[in-house]
């Protein structure tokens, strides 16, 4: 249709007046400006090329994406302003192209790109549109779909090779009892002769190993077990209280310093206590092992408008950076006797209670993790609203 008006209008030319093209004139410059409007309030970002790879035009959203003014890049090679991708290979494809790629400035991002041919377009010079849509949310919730379903299987492996070693630590234990008896009963019948230490520190040794090998498959099995979590109202300042008498042995051990700045007026939370419990008792025992004798954890709890917080913050050793990114995976730990599952199983109980976990950390200086639940009111507080809703938009269809 545009081709037509501007065929008619360039045959009617030599019959036109001054005012006229004036008239025209001035509309084309109002629909260029209308046009650039919409281009540049879109999402994505546009960039037109001509057949040799040149910028003809690009959108304000390419600045946004990629950190490149689009008065700077007029008229030069894409292939120097957005160097990631092989645009020379692209273009003499010669058809329509859908590619994923990463930038890692002025963020780290995933786009999909679309190159489309703009052959038949009437424009001799502009020769690919190149449009970027940014997928990095739809990316990390695919992955974050991939990372749970890992997360499954792994942790019914697990439960299922704990449970299986619950067995001979069992039978060890057993077995060990009765030699213990029966050296002791060997002693007694040569007339109470006093037994060989070594043997009895070995004794004692494998004693407290089986009890600590016991111990830890039962903490395993109890955390990794995954099961719904029964909401019920609960006082948080009341469950963080409890984790922290559960470690209170660890902590007087050490003389750590625990300090307790909790909201007296927190609103009640939904939440399963035992889990949030397990969750905190976690998060406290990397706290306790970071900062060692004498250290100080603060405890603080606060709410905002959507969520209840609290914050763990220590003196301790704090994390490497290059250790942040890998935190919630399982099995990773800096740790000689560490598992590497404590913090992916607070995410996974934070997660189910529609929270979330924020770490923050300074190599040397000290740790801060904090946890945000969600408020026990906020889906109530939905309800009646969308009840509201609902009865407008009856009321319009009358
Ligand atoms: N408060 C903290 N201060 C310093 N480093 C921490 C802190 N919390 C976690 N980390 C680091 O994160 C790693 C993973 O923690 P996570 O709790 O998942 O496993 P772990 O503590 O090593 O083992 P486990 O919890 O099974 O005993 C730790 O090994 C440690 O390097
Ligand atoms: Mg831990």
Partial sequence: MRHSFLSKLLGKFERVGPREIQGVFLSLVKEKGFLEAIFNALQEGIIVLDNLGKIKYSNLAVQRLFGVSPDDILGKEIQKCIPLIDWPELISLGKVISRDFQVFYPEPRYFNLSLIPLEGLGDKNAAYIAIFYDITATREKTLEA???EKLNLLTMLAAGVAHELGNPINALGIH???IEKKYK????????????????NSFAAIRSEIRRLDGIINQFLKAIRPSPPKL???SLNQVLKQAVEFLSPEIQNLDILIEMDLDQGLPLLRADRNQLKQAFYNILKNGIEAVGKNGIIKISTHADDSFLIVSFQDNGTGIAQEAMSHLFKPYFTTKSSGTGLGLLIVRRIIRDHGGEVQIESQKGKGTTVKILLPRAERLIRLLPMAEKAKQTEARCDE
Avoid at 185 to 200: A, M
């Fill in 176 to 178: 060990f009892q009765l």
């Fill in 146 to 148: 991939i990372e749970s």
């Fill in 232 to 234: 019920r109202l609960l």
């Fill in 185 to 200: 009963k060997l002693l007694q019948q040569k007339n109470g002769q006093i037994g060989d230490k070594e043997i009895e």
